[in-house]
T-cell receptor, first 114, second 112 residues
Framework: DGGITQSPKYLFRKEGQNVTLSCEQNLNHDAMYWYRQDPGQGLRLIYYSQIVNDFQKGDIAEGYSVSREKKESFPLTVTSAQKNPTAFYLCASTPSDVSGDTQYFGPGTRLTVL | QQQVKQSPQSLIVQKGGISIINCAYE??????FPWYQQFPGKGPALLIA?????SEKKEGRFTISFNKSAKQFSLHIMDSQPGDSATYFC???????????FGKGTMLLVSP
């Protein structure tokens, strides 16, 4: 089955801890994205990567970090610097970075800070 | 700065009725306008998309109407069904190497 997988589905973190959210795709897509979703806020772009070993900040990158060492993987680390990390995190990918390509989303990870 | 404004925030429609969700954008460089559907606890899925060279696109019960001069586009769901109850997001992107800008979403409830 081709698609995007995110793990874990639910994640609990204590304040002051860093956590890493996994995103893997076997669609051979070039571009990958991380979004944060809060109730009533829509989807806000955290980071995106158009090619391996390269990534750009989105609108709300503060307190987050990413890496893109492999085409199929784009992990997101939520650091202790992120003041309000409780949210639903979505990973997406597209075949290329050209406008008009459908973004395919993973099932999401719900992060809760205790 | 909200580049894509979506309304209403929530919508209740009776089964068989027409659901209409509207979006307005500011950036005239946008040239791709998709709509996504999201069920609770799931990731969004592309529903239908349009480019500015056409004023309407229809796929089954779903239609996008696009008004370039007014910088507005809307989603119409004909013969709405309870299974259509979900959150709908409009989005827009510019040409070339650009990302999607999303509206804040509309929660649709179709009553039986």
């Amino acid at each position: 089955d081709g698609g995007i997988t995110q793990s874990p589905k639910y994640l609990f973190r204590k304040e002051g801890q860093n956590v890493t959210l996994s995103c893997e795709q076997n669609l051979n897509h070039d571009a990958m994205y991380w979004y944060r979703q809060d109730p009533g806020q829509g989807l806000r772009l955290i980071y995106y990567s158009q090619i391996v070993n390269d990534f750009q900040k989105g609108d709300i990158a503060e307190g987050y970090s990413v890496s893109r060492e492999k085409k199929e993987s784009f992990p997101l680390t939520v650091t202790s610097a992120q003041k309000n990390p409780t949210a639903f995190y979505l990973c997406a990918s597209t075949p290329s970075d050209v406008s008009g390509d459908t973004q395919y989303f993973g099932p999401g990870t719900r992060l809760t800070v205790l | 700065q909200q580049q894509v404004k979506q309304s209403p925030q929530s919508l209740i429609v009776q089964k068989g009725g027409i659901s209409i969700i509207n979006c307005a954008y500011e950036n005239t460089a946008f040239d791709y306008f998709p709509w996504y559907q999201q069920f609770p606890g799931k990731g969004p899925a592309l529903l239908i998309a349009i480019r500015p060279d056409v004023s309407e696109k229809k796929e089954g019960r779903f239609t996008i109407s696009f008004n370039k001069s007014a910088k507005q586009f809307s989603l119409h769901i004909m013969d709405s069904q309870p299974g259509d109850s979900a959150t709908y997001f409009c989005a827009a992107s510019k040409g070339g190497y650009s990302t999607l800008t999303f509206g804040k979403g509309t929660m649709l409830l179709v009553s039986p």
